[in-house]
């Protein structure tokens, strides 16, 4: 079989070096973009036929060919050859051995620059839309679960200290809007990725007036890159992929540590259920929460190629050079990454056991230290005042070694003459959830109506 030839080699006289063939090539990871390819070279056809450079024939001709060439992957039988650097050399080899020659027409006006960046952002559109159903799936999964255990008091904890109550359902919800803002910036995010490259040549535009507009709407894009030298350059939709990844791992890692937390032994609120844990080579006892574990260590893995694809991104100089070669496989990355990450996430909160009794049995009385200060805010005593008042009754019960609640009124009205017999009713975990009831807050109503805004939200 004669040596296949490249897409660029009619300058060249000399061999290329077999280490810069394999450090060249990029088969090995850009042919997940077989199907982008074909479906933007079906378009290009036709766009050339409806200019006359390509006879209807011979349209038809491509187009079946392509399908032939997408079938074969679809199978798993496609065979790649040495020298298929890229996808596009590649489909475009196969395509020339189903047709002929006339497969040599269908690069007309168009370069690999503005072929990959067009393959790409098809790409992305679907797998994106596919990010937006996980991250939706996930709400709904917190949000059933705060429906359900909306009865369920815990400690709210700021430093890692004891804070105040609030209900587990609150702090399941707190998470659920945080991954509804980022469906949200990922539906933001989807006509910045739908922007048409196609049809602007390897920089400088497509001599054969081929309707980009027409393009556009063919392969289903919003719009058409305004100019060609942006459009065959352009990385800013990896680059916002990545930070969008980025920041929604950081929103999974962070509810994966506050369980991981609440998973040890020292706190036990949660269980994760065996599906989602391991145990010990040497120690049979133990019960590990590594699907959370590693859904933390994840949240580094993406960030780390954001990072490293900002620097490669940062100096290069217009338009298209080959280190943007390094744009795909992080952003191939991020996105299996993301996309396993959500769907776990969602199934271990969806199975996880929570320990009602164990949650509500470490609210300790000297977290309504708050209410006791704002008990004398009702009875027209400054805010100011009465939290240094309250701090005194903490240090009170601290030096008698007693909970807070355990002072009687008299105790207290050392400390301020506004107390009175109902001061005890302070001590009361939920009346103090409940009266945080202004929009956002922990109560009853308050968190029902968070519930319903995020179902409005799914419907």
């Known amino acids: 079989m004669p040596e296949a030839k490249k897409l660029w080699g009619g300058r060249f006289s000399g061999a290329t070096d077999p280490l810069m063939e394999a450090f060249n090539e990029s088969i090995h990871f850009d042919r997940r973009l077989h199907a982008a390819d074909i479906q933007g070279s079906q378009a290009y056809a036709k766009a050339l036929q409806r200019q006359g450079i390509l006879t209807v024939f011979e349209q038809k001709t491509l187009e079946k060919g392509l399908a032939t060439v997408l079938s074969e992957w679809q199978a798993g039988t496609f065979e790649l050859r040495p020298g298929d650097e890229d996808i596009h050399t590649a489909n475009e080899r196969r395509l020339g051995e189903i047709v002929g020659s006339v497969a040599g027409k269908l690069h007309t006006g168009r370069s690999r620059n503005d072929q990959v960046a067009t393959d790409m952002r098809l790409w992305l559109r679907d797998e994106v839309t596919a990010l937006i159903g996980y991250l939706r799936t996930l709400v709904g999964v917190l949000v059933q ?7 369920v008091l815990m400690p709210g904890y700021t430093h890692l200290q004891r804070a105040q109550p609030i209900r587990w359902s609150h702090l399941l919800l707190s998470y659920a809007f ?17 922007q048409l ?22 392969l289903g894009f919003a719009s058409v890159a305004p100019n060609s030298l942006y459009g065959t350059s352009d990385r800013d939709f990896v680059a916002e992929l990545l930070f969008h990844a980025s920041l929604t791992m950081v929103h999974i890692s962070r509810l ?46 993406v960030f780390g190629g954001m990072s490293g694809f900002m620097m490669t991104y940062k100096g290069l100089p217009s338009t298209y050079n080959k280190d943007m070669q390094e744009d795909k496989e992080p952003m191939f990355d991020a996105v299996d990454t993301l996309s396993g990450s959500l769907q776990i996430t969602a199934a271990v909160v969806a199975t ?43 240090k009170m019960a601290e030096d008698r070694s007693c909970q807070i609640s355990d002072l009687s009124v008299a105790d207290l009205k050392t400390l301020h003459p506004s107390f009175e017999d109902d001061a005890l009713q302070t001590w009361d975990f939920e009346k103090s959830v409940d009266r945080r009831s202004s929009i956002g807050g922990t109560s009853r109503a308050t968190v029902k109506a968070q519930i319903s805004q995020l179902k409005e939200w799914l419907a």
């Open 145 to 151: 679960r705060a429906e359900t255990d909306v009865d």
């Open 178 to 194: 945080w991954f509804q803002q980022d469906a949200v910036r990922l539906e933001q995010f989807l006509p910045r990725v739908s």
């Open 197 to 218: 490259p196609l049809g602007s040549g390897a920089l400088a535009g497509n001599p054969f007036q081929v309707d980009r507009e027409w393009l556009a709407k063919e």
């Open 256 to 301: 994966a540590e506050d369980l991981i937390i609440y998973s040890t032994a020292e706190f036990g609120f949660v269980k994760l259920a065996d599906a989602y844990s391991t145990g010990s080579s040497l120690m049979p006892q133990k019960k590990n929460p590594d699907s959370l574990e590693l859904l933390r260590g994840k949240c580094g893995r």
């Open 352 to 394: 996880l056991k929570i320990n009602a009794d164990k949650m509500r049995g470490s609210l300790t009385a000297d977290m309504l230290a708050t209410d006791l200060a704002e008990y004398l805010v009702r009875k027209g005593v400054p805010f100011r005042e009465t939290h240094h008042i309250s701090g005194a009754a903490v």
